[in-house]
């Protein structure tokens, strides 16, 4: 058994009336691949970001290597060797590589504030070497692919090697969660050779990545350190039943369940929509209380058809009927007056304010609901937002919370709350609703859905994967280059997903 | 096809075309980016040329030459402020008071000093104290670049009223005179002193430390601090350069027109921060350089000296200048446009 490289002991921290850590312990031997996982929320962040000094625990210390950090701060964790990969990445886009790789620690390259570029390229290079990656030095930061990016922000941590002389210990918040399938294969290839000279923290929601490169996992659970796994002899389902802590899993339900019974009146109908090459010939019904999923890869147009019907793009033929009457496209705003929700996949850009609290991002699109006369009534806001808070079991520590401060699916549901605050909206588009939330947050987005769709509430639905699309449509359209290829309906066991793909592609 | 076992569906193929394309159009709007105001100088040039000859005749090629000699030198000291995404609104200021304090201190026609060539560096030096000073109170107090020059640009214009006193000091140096007036091989030697600013600047911004890391600071003040780098000290040293360069200019001014007066730098501060934007470097840091803005002023130059060769009345030159601008910043910051999106 190698040494002990990195131990934390009892850490705690509190954020305002959050708990955020509780008595976490944890160690990590030299050389090892530790997977951290958790929920949303459960306080895996927090945990790295006190690992890498940027944040200072209320109790508790981190001791490295037999010594205690005694100061939090990023360059002391940097000098006992503990370097972090931002999720968020730490580039510069505008400089070279070489200068982001040794960004404030030049050394031998430069010389009374001189620049010697041709020895820090030199250096650069060989640090890039480690990780036989052959981009070049002197290339400009901002024109590399995120993959490469995130190689270079490894090099630059693997430079702690050669300043401070000691195995770093490398710290990589979800590496993974912008790459595609095949950038996610060298990022973690790369992580597997580390190995051979770092210790390695990562924190990932993908389970199977986890299990590929790590050897030892931490289960995170409402900041609580509720177990330790060995890598190769652990059970998928037994982790998910760790991290989930509860009866949450039987609510991501299969599409094993009946079919719904769909008889209502027709909400919403699209008659051979066309927007120049985006999509054409679109025709659909979707009924009062449907949950209709849009299968397709990316560029099949079915964003492009969401998004004509909120009312962000006008189609260039064909008509859209809101319960039976057309409908003419002036831009979001009129969208919304008719009852049209739309919640975006970028939610931090596109939905939410991060800078104001929950209930004024709850309120902001729907004064209305909560104005007597011609004023703001803050107390019917104020019951309204706890109503909502409540109903979508928002994990907030206020209603005056700024919004930016919750976590990943408790942003979602103050979203998705903005839109259902209103008086009932007619129609609901969801764009990716579960994108980037982990399973304890989809589950209970999806019974929120479901719970909207037997109100009466129509629902358009992008997911990306089958298997979300299949858990929670009742119809699944499937487009191909800008046309429908098939409308399938899901219930007892079908469609299969193989069936779906073939429609697909 | 292929699929991941999340059932993320993946299409290589067209992801690839897709992403090659994109690279494509990418590398060709970053050399629209690099060479459009270069492209747009050759041919404003050209076209002044065809419409007047005696625009592209030797005396006038030097006149362009004196002409944007001083703006040359200011855009050297302002790109590094506006690469750090800060901005100095107290330029005509510094200029006004490094120009009254070295006339007053050459043999003139007001005091007994007759300081010669120290003259000229005490004019530099005030205006790089103030300079510096601007950098220090933005640092220190933390208040925007914006609100802490504009105040320093009032502060500087009232000394130099106050050392006026209503009688501009006329210089009576007429070997300072005469060397400002003058060439050397042919070429003014203002130019040449511009040049070498030039140079200087750009061998700056490439070769040290407080060049690439105003780069940094531009980029992204978070990751500098992040990264151990002392902001605080970089940004001092970026306002002190622009204050030194009005400084310079301000004395250089001076001994061309044999005057210390206030309003020596009237109109520069916008001349200047229109050179550097037209150039190419961006208003939010971190992108362009000194020569970009170098031929942004000769953009500015060409265009004032060739809109007078084609008979364009003074009025409408001005109104003319505010378009090109506009155009300008469409141009430069047209690939981040987006839909629905708010610029503040």
């Known amino acids: 058994m190698s040494e002990i490289a990195v131990s934390l002991e009892s850490i705690g921290k509190r954020f305002g009336s959050v708990q955020a850590l509780r008595d976490v312990s944890l160690m990590i031997r030299s050389r090892e691949v530790i997977g951290l996982m958790g929920e949303n929320g459960s306080g895996k962040s927090t945990l790295l970001k006190i690992l890498a000094g940027l944040i200072r625990p209320d109790e508790g210390n981190v001791v490295v290597r037999g010594r205690p950090l005694t100061k939090a701060s990023f360059s002391a964790a940097a000098k006992a060797g503990i370097g972090m990969v931002f999720q968020e990445q730490s580039l510069l886009l505008n400089l070279t590589v070489a200068e982001n790789i040794f960004l404030g620690c030049e050394g031998e390259a430069v010389r009374f504030g001189l620049y010697n570029w041709r020895k820090l390229k030199e250096m650069a290079r060989r640090q890039l070497d480690k990780l036989g990656c052959d981009i070049s030095p002197d290339t400009i930061t901002g024109s590399l692919s995120f993959a490469q990016r995130q190689m270079v922000e490894l090099a630059k941590v693997l430079t702690i090697e050669d300043r401070i002389g000691v195995e770093p210990i490398i710290l990589l918040d979800e590496p993974t969660s912008v790459l595609d399938a095949e950038e996610i294969d060298t990022v973690l290839h790369q992580i597997e050779r580390l190995r051979s000279r770092a210790s390695v923290v990562i924190v990932s929601h993908r389970l199977d990545e986890v299990l590929r490169v790590a050897d030892r996992i931490y289960v995170m659970t409402n900041g609580q350190c509720v177990g330790e796994r060995d890598a190769r002899s652990v059970d998928a389902e037994d982790l998910k039943r760790l991290m989930l802590g509860k009866h949450l899993s039987e609510q991501y339900r299969r599409h094993d369940r009946p079919a719904r019974p769909i008889e209502n009146e027709v909400r919403l109908s699209l008659r051979n929509l066309a927007h120049r090459s985006d999509y054409r010939d679109i025709s659909f019904d979707l009924h009062a209380g449907e949950i209709l999923g849009f299968a397709g890869v990316e560029g099949s147009g079915r964003e492009c058809v969401c998004r004509t019907v909120y009312g962000a793009e006008a189609p260039s033929a064909g008509e859209v009927l809101l319960d039976g009457s057309v409908i003419k496209f002036d831009g979001p705003a009129d969208a919304v007056k008719m009852g049209i929700a739309y919640v975006p996949s970028e939610r931090r850009i596109e939905g939410l304010v991060p800078n104001m609290s929950v209930r004024e991002n709850m309120t902001l699109a729907h004064l209305k609901v909560a104005r007597r006369g011609w004023f703001l009534d803050s107390q019917r806001e104020q019951k309204l937002v706890s109503q909502w808070v409540e109903r979508l079991r928002i994990k907030t520590p206020s209603n005056h919370a700024l919004a930016g401060q919750l976590s990943g699916g408790n942003q979602q549901k103050v979203v998705l709350a903005k839109w259902l605050i209103a008086e009932h909206p007619r129609l609901l588009i969801l764009d990716h609703p579960l994108r980037g939330l982990d399973i304890g947050a989809k589950a209970e987005i999806f019974a929120r859905v479901r719970e909207l769709a037997q109100n009466g509430i129509s629902i358009l639905l992008i997911a990306d994967t089958l298997e979300e699309l299949l858990a929670l449509s009742d119809t699944i359209l499937v487009m191909r280059d800008g046309a429908i290829t098939a409308r399938l309906p899901v219930g007892d066991g079908k469609p299969t997903q193989m069936e779906i793909l073939e429609n697909m592609i | ?344």
């Open chain 2, 1 to 344: 096809m292929d699929r991941t076992p999340t059932g993320v569906i993946q299409w290589p193929s067209l992801a690839a075309r897709d992403g090659n394309m994109r690279k494509v159009i990418g590398v060709l709007r970053e050399m629209a980016v690099t060479w459009g105001p270069a492209l747009a100088l050759v041919i404003l040039y050209t076209a002044f040329s065809i419409g007047d000859a005696r625009f592209a005749s030797l005396a006038n090629l030097k006149t362009l030459a004196s002409q944007s000699a001083i703006p040359l030198i200011l855009a050297t000291g302002m790109t590094y402020v506006i690469l750090q995404g800060s901005i100095d609104l107290s330029v005509e200021g510094v200029m006004a008071v490094s120009s009254l304090s070295c006339a007053m201190l050459l043999r003139n026609s007001r005091t007994g000093f007759d300081l010669g060539v120290i003259a000229l560096l005490v004019g530099i030096c005030v205006g790089a104290m103030f300079g510096t000073l601007n950098g220090i109170l933005i640092t220190r107090l933390r208040i925007p670049s914006f609100m802490v020059t504009l105040g320093i640009w009032s502060v500087t214009s009232g000394i130099a009223m106050l050392i006026s006193g209503g009688q501009p000091p006329e210089i009576r140096d007429m070997s300072i005179r005469g060397w400002a007036l003058g060439e050397t091989i042919g070429v003014p030697n203002l130019t040449l002193v511009a040049l070498v600013c030039l140079v200087i600047g750009y061998l700056l911004q490439n070769f040290t430390r407080f060049g690439r890391y105003t780069y940094v600071i531009g980029g992204s003040e978070e990751i500098a601090k992040l990264s151990g780098v002392r902001i605080n000290f970089y940004k001092v040293l970026g306002f002190g350069l622009c204050g030194l360069t009005a400084g310079l200019g301000g004395v250089l001014e001076s001994a061309r027109l044999g005057l210390g007066h206030v309003e020596i730098g009237a109109q520069q501060m916008f001349l200047t921060l229109t050179a550097v934007v037209i150039g190419g470097t961006s208003l939010s840091g971190g992108r362009g350089g000194v020569i970009q803005s170098a031929v942004g002023v000769l953009i500015l130059t060409v265009l004032a000296n060739g809109m007078i060769f084609i008979g364009v009345t003074p009025y409408l030159q001005k109104a003319v200048q505010g378009v090109i601008i506009l155009v300008a910043v469409v141009a430069a910051t047209w690939r981040f446009r987006a839909r629905l999106r708010v610029v503040k």
